[in-house]
C-alpha cells in the first residue's frame, strides 16, 4: 500500500507497506547470497547454518542487507504504483530513499521531489533581438555556387611546379615506425604558413620527395613523414552559364534557374533558422520572468545528482580542468544556475501548455521521429516499435515539440528586433552576468 504521510512544497514523502511475507523473503535471499558467496570450513557453499554466518557477518550487517532488499522491492512498487501513472510525469528527480522499517510489516518512505510551481510575469510585448541573417542572403548565393564551380571543377594534369589552388596526389610513409606502410592521399594546395605541408608542396614537381614533420596539437608528439608527390593537377572551374545550370541538375534548364533554385534552398535554410533563434530567445525571456517556490533540498539534490550523473559519465574531472581550471565551487556554482534555470523553463512550459490546452499526438510524435530518423533508413514499423519501448525517446520528442508550441504562442505577442551579429555579441556578456544574478535572487 502506498500512500503520501507528508508534504512540503515540492516533495512529497511516500510511505509504502508491504507485508511480513517481503521481509522474509528478503532474508531468504540475503542469507541464500552470504551463504554462496562465503567458505566456511566444514561446509559445502550454500549449507552453512544460519547461526553461524550471524556468528562470522555480524547480525546488524545482515540486517541492513535485508533492508536493502526490503527497499529495492518498495523502489519497484514506487516505479509502477507511483512513477508510471499519470502523476509520475511531474516527478523531475529519481525517489531518494529515506527508511527502512522492519517490525510486523515493512514500512519503507521515498522522498518524491516533483517540479516546482512557478509563477510567470506578464510575456506581452516582451522584446527579443536576433541576428539579421536575410541581408546575407546574395552572399549565400554567391557561395553556394562556388561551391557547386568546384565540385564541378575540371583536374588538368600539370607538369609545372605547384600553385595555390592545385590538386595533388602524394604517397606518405610514417619514418617513426609507429605505421611503415605507404598510404596516398589527396590535397587542395592551400596558402602555405611556417610548419604545414603546404610550405614544402607549393614549387616542387610532380616525382619530387622530401621529409616533412608534423606535431600533433593534443599530445604535441612529433611524427616525421617521407612524401612522395604522385600527380599535380590544375583546377579549371567552368564557367557560370546555362551549360554550368545542367552540369549541375538537368532539371535546370538556365543560369537563372539554378539561382531560383538555390534561391528556394536558402530562403528555407535562413526561414528555420530565424524561427528558432526566436524560440530559443523567447524562451530565454520565459526563464527570466519565472519564479521558482521550490525547496533548498531540491536544488541540493539536483545538483548532487547532475555532478554524480557527470562522474559516471567520467566528464566531470575534464570539465572541472578545461572550463573551470580546477575551481570547484565555480563548477558547482554554474551546475546551479543551470539546475534552477531548467526548472524554471520546464515549470513554465509545462504551465502555459496547461493553461493553453497545449498538447501533442502521438502521429505528431511520430512524424518528428521520422523525420529526424530520415537519413537512417528506419522503417516505420520499427520506429513505432522504437518510440513504445524507449520511453526516453518518446518523452524527449513530447517535450521540444511542447516547447516549440509554447514559443510559437509566446511569439504571437512578442516584439522581434533584428541587428547585426557584432551589437549582439558585444552585449552577450553582460546579459548572461544578469541571467546569473537573476536566478540566484529569484529561485
Do not use: C, W
Not at 522491492?73 to 529515506?98: F, H, M, N, S, W
Not at 607538369?159 to 610514417?174: R, T
Amino acid at each position: 500500500m502506498l500512500e503520501v504521510v507528508e508534504e512540503n512544497k515540492n516533495v512529497k514523502i511516500l510511505k509504502i507497506s508491504m507485508p511480513h511475507e517481503v521481509i522474509d523473503k528478503a532474508r531468504d535471499e540475503v542469507y541464500e547470497e552470504i551463504s554462496k558467496d562465503i567458505k566456511i570450513k566444514g561446509f559445502r557453499p550454500g549449507m552453512a547454518p544460519r547461526n553461524l554466518i550471524n556468528s562470522i557477518i555480524g547480525i546488524d550487517k545482515i540486517n541492513e542487507m535485508i533492508k536493502e532488499h526490503v527497499a529495492d522491492e518498495a523502489y519497484e512498487e514506487i516505479i509502477e504504483e507511483y512513477l508510471k501513472t499519470p502523476q509520475g510525469e511531474d516527478v523531475i528527480l529519481p525517489p531518494r530513499l529515506k527508511s527502512v522499517e522492519l517490525g510486523g510489516n515493512a514500512e519503507v518512505t521515498f522522498e518524491i521531489h516533483l517540479f516546482p510551481k512557478v509563477e510567470i510575469e506578464s510575456m506581452d510585448n516582451v522584446e527579443i533581438t536576433i541576428p539579421k541573417l536575410h541581408d546575407d542572403k546574395d552572399k549565400m548565393l554567391n557561395d553556394s555556387l562556388e561551391d557547386l564551380r568546384k565540385e564541378k571543377s575540371i583536374l588538368i594534369p600539370k607538369d609545372g611546379n605547384i600553385e595555390i589552388g592545385d590538386q595533388v596526389e602524394i604517397e606518405y610513409q610514417d619514418l617513426t615506425g609507429k605505421d611503415p606502410e605507404k598510404k596516398e592521399l589527396e590535397l587542395k594546395v592551400a596558402k602555405p604558413e611556417e610548419g604545414n605541408i603546404f610550405s614544402y608542396l607549393v614549387g616542387k614537381k610532380a616525382g619530387d620527395e622530401f621529409d616533412f614533420s608534423t606535431v600533433a596539437e593534443n599530445t604535441g608528439n612529433t611524427t616525421k613523414l617521407h612524401v612522395k608527390i604522385l600527380k599535380v593537377y590544375s583546377v579549371k572551374l567552368p564557367d557560370l552559364d546555362d551549360n554550368f545550370a545542367k552540369m549541375v541538375d538537368d532539371k535546370y534548364e538556365t543560369l537563372e534557374d539554378l539561382k531560383n533554385g538555390l534561391r528556394s534552398q536558402i530562403d528555407k535554410v535562413v526561414d528555420g533558422f530565424t524561427d528558432s533563434l526566436k524560440t530559443d530567445e523567447v524562451l530565454n525571456e520565459l526563464v527570466k520572468k519565472t519564479k521558482l517556490d521550490v525547496l533548498d533540498s531540491t536544488i541540493d539534490y539536483f545538483i548532487d545528482y547532475v555532478i554524480e550523473k557527470k562522474k559516471e559519465d567520467k566528464t566531470y574531472d575534464k570539465e572541472l580542468k578545461e572550463k573551470f581550471k580546477g575551481d570547484e565551487k565555480a563548477f558547482k556554482d554554474s551546475i546551479r544556475n543551470d539546475v534552477i534555470n531548467y526548472m524554471k523553463l520546464e515549470g513554465a512550459i509545462k504551465l502555459i501548455a496547461k493553461e493553453r490546452s497545449l498538447d501533442v499526438s502521438d502521429e505528431e510524435i511520430f512524424e518528428e521521429a521520422r523525420e529526424a530518423y530520415e537519413k537512417s533508413k528506419i522503417s516505420d514499423e520499427r520506429l513505432k516499435v522504437m518510440l513504445k519501448k524507449d520511453s526516453d525517446l518518446y518523452q524527449s520528442i513530447k517535450r521540444d515539440l511542447i516547447s516549440h508550441k509554447v514559443a510559437k504562442e509566446l511569439l504571437k505577442n512578442a516584439i522581434v528586433k533584428e541587428s547585426d551579429v557584432d551589437e549582439i555579441s558585444e552585449d552577450a556578456e553582460e546579459i548572461e552576468e544578469e541571467n546569473e544574478k537573476e536566478s540566484e535572487g529569484s529561485n
